[in-house]
């Protein structure tokens, strides 16, 4: 089992930027697949980016084009760079090892 801590959310105003951190436990040169959700009170998580191993990123449509995952396997930490955030961003952050392993969040809160 992999342990990961969250960091780096905060408030943030409509249009500004954050850089959250998700560093594990273990080395992470070898997990497939880490990611990143979010949830928000009464609604189920939901995906936002995953890179695999070889560096392949995927994005929900919601955030394509305004996030960007990417990976440091010296350090063993996963980021998620979110730019031109939006109200409807706010949300609890969890980053994840294979979908499996799961941290325990970090809150972003987009709002003037």
């Known amino acids: 089992q992999v342990q990961l801590v969250e960091s780096g959310g905060g408030l943030v105003q409509p249009g500004g930027s954050l850089r959250l951190s998700c560093e594990a436990s273990?080395?992470?040169?070898?997990?497939?697949?880490m990611g990143w959700g979010r949830q928000t009170p009464g609604k189920q998580r939901e995906w936002v980016a995953v890179?695999?191993?070889?560096?392949?990123?995927n994005y929900a449509a919601s955030v394509k084009g305004r996030f960007t995952i990417f990976r440091d396997n010296t350090e063993n930490t996963v980021y998620l760079q979110m730019n031109s955030l939006k109200p409807e961003d706010t949300a609890v952050y969890y980053c994840?090892?294979?979908?499996?392993?799961w941290g325990q969040g970090t809150q972003v809160t987009v709002s003037s």
């Open positions: 273990t080395s992470i040169s070898s997990i497939n697949n």
């Open positions: 890179i695999s191993s070889g560096g392949t990123t």
């Open positions: 994840h090892a294979n979908w499996r392993d």
